[in-house]
């Protein structure tokens, strides 16, 4: 349940309840992930900083000397995917041993449809830059998994970012459709252009298209550099616990429905919230930017 604030409005309080009852039946089956992890095997660790040179993100390849870290890099615009290093209004650059995502003014903004159409990954006025990768771990009965990101977001940033944890393969890399059900736990940040009750840094727990979980996260200058930190772990036989960091100190736990095997999506778009839980698409004034010192994944005896 939303945590923070605790006036969250009564309308809103409804619709969301109503959404994790509908969404219940993205679950995976509880039984079935235990088996898997029961006989799964992680990777011993993966680490991405980022050191490759003032690079573009090559699409679909990761660039480390040929490696898969990264698996996906896709930008949506006017309803389309494109290969990076620039989208209809966004941008995926390695520069300066950083990752950078970035969500650019677009001019055609205005002629653009907001409603989504079923066989296209978004709404034509949704613009995001995206990577997703570091697949294949998940937590088993002897291991947990510990993520950690070191992120920068630029100041007065409108849309949304951050870092998430979802089950793998949940994007068809191709065309950026969602093929699996969305199942993800994460950091996020709605900027400035989202509803004041529901802006600002946030833990979370997502289900199809429903937060299941949600913590606001005060007091925290998201525009200098922290380390975020989740440890993904079993709770029982039937569910998960994900406890959350901020620069090592522990700012929150939730429990939730099991997935796995997961893998990290980076982004950042033009979405905001308002009343009622209204979604909506705004155009950037010039350019939001969430930029990426390092990713680290480590499985924990």
């Not at 009564?10 to 109503?18: A, E, H, P, S």
């Not at 650059?93 to 002629?111: I, T």
């Not at 969602?178 to 600002?200: A, W």
Request: with cysteine; hydrophobic share 35%; proline share 6%.
């Amino acid at each position: 349940m939303y945590k923070d604030p605790a006036h969250l409005p009564l309308l809103d309080r409804i619709i969301l309840g109503l959404a994790r009852l509908y969404y219940r039946k993205d679950r995976a089956d509880p039984t079935l992930i235990r088996q898997l992890a029961n006989r799964h095997e992680n990777p011993s660790g993966l680490f991405d900083d980022f050191l490759e040179g003032d690079t573009i993100l090559p699409f679909r390849q990761g660039f480390k000397n040929g490696s898969t870290l990264w698996d996906i890099a896709l930008i949506n615009g006017s309803s389309r995917v494109y290969p990076p290093p620039h989208g209809e209004a966004g941008d995926i650059l390695v520069q300066d041993s950083l990752l950078k995502l970035r969500v650019r003014n677009d001019p055609k903004f205005g002629e653009k449809s907001s409603k989504w159409r079923k066989g296209f990954p978004a709404a034509e006025r949704y613009n995001n830059a995206y990577v997703v990768g570091l697949g294949g771990f998940m937590p088993t009965p002897t291991q947990a998994i510990r993520i950690e990101c070191r992120m920068k977001i630029s100041r007065g940033f409108h849309g949304s970012t951050g870092i998430w944890v979802q089950q793998q393969n949940t994007f068809d890399p191709h065309t950026g459709i969602m093929d699996n059900p969305f199942r993800s736990f994460g950091f996020s940040y709605l900027g400035e252009s989202s509803d004041h009750y529901l802006r600002g840094l946030a833990i979370e727990t997502v289900l199809g298209l429903s937060v299941q979980n949600k913590q606001i996260i005060p007091h925290v200058d998201v525009t200098e550099w922290h380390t975020y930190g989740m440890r993904w772990s079993w709770n029982d036989s039937k569910t998960q616990r994900i406890v959350f960091f901020l620069d090592g100190r522990e700012v929150g736990m939730f429990i939730m429905h099991p997935f796995g095997p997961g893998e990290i999506q980076l982004w950042a778009d033009n979405y905001q919230i308002g009343r009622g839980l209204k979604i909506g698409y705004l155009n950037v004034p010039e350019v939001d930017e969430t930029c990426y010192d390092w990713v680290r994944i480590t499985p924990l005896s």
